[in-house]
């Protein structure tokens, strides 16, 4: 039962993942958007992209963290009970590469999902952060699909 779930999870995962990283390629084309007087230049559906970009971010991070990591160590039989335990296990497994990075992303997640930043030079730092952040949480969700093909 706990494999099916899983795999179902990481087809949802999936999706988010392959949205962030055409999205991630459209940004990485676009030029200097992290500049005010650029930015204020793109075009509506410009801008859309990158608000797409920081859901999908925050939205892989949160399902990793939430609904993976606890199913991913249940499925290779170890038992946790806490996010904590689950965080101490997923590092590991080598899953991700630090608590410390994790933790990072989370708090900028959490960021996303509750403050809106008044100043558009705070909101462009935070896009950048997560537009860099990219490769760190591409290969977490990497990692948690190899650890899933270990112990099938």
């Not at 030029?31 to 559906?45: A, C, M, R, T, V």
């Not at 160590?73 to 497994?93: C, D, Q, T, W």
């Amino acid at each position: 039962m706990t494999k099916e779930i899983l795999e179902k999870r990481l087809n949802k995962a999936k999706k988010h993942y392959e949205a962030l990283r055409d999205y991630h390629s459209f940004i990485q084309k676009t030029g200097d958007i992290y500049s005010p007087y650029f930015f204020n230049s793109l075009k509506i559906e410009e801008k859309a992209i990158l608000e797409a970009y920081l859901k999908r971010f925050a939205s892989l991070q949160d399902y990793l963290g939430a609904k993976i990591f606890p199913l991913l160590l249940e499925n290779a039989g170890i038992s946790v009970n806490k996010m904590s335990e689950v965080l101490f296990y997923i590092e590991k497994e080598e899953i991700i590469d630090s608590l410390d990075n994790w933790i990072e992303l989370r708090e900028k997640r959490n960021e996303l999902e509750h403050d809106y930043p008044e100043e558009l030079e705070e909101a462009l730092q935070d896009l950048k952060f997560c537009v860099d952040s990219f490769e760190r949480l591409e290969k977490y969700y990497l990692n948690s699909l190899q650890f899933f093909k270990k112990y099938q």
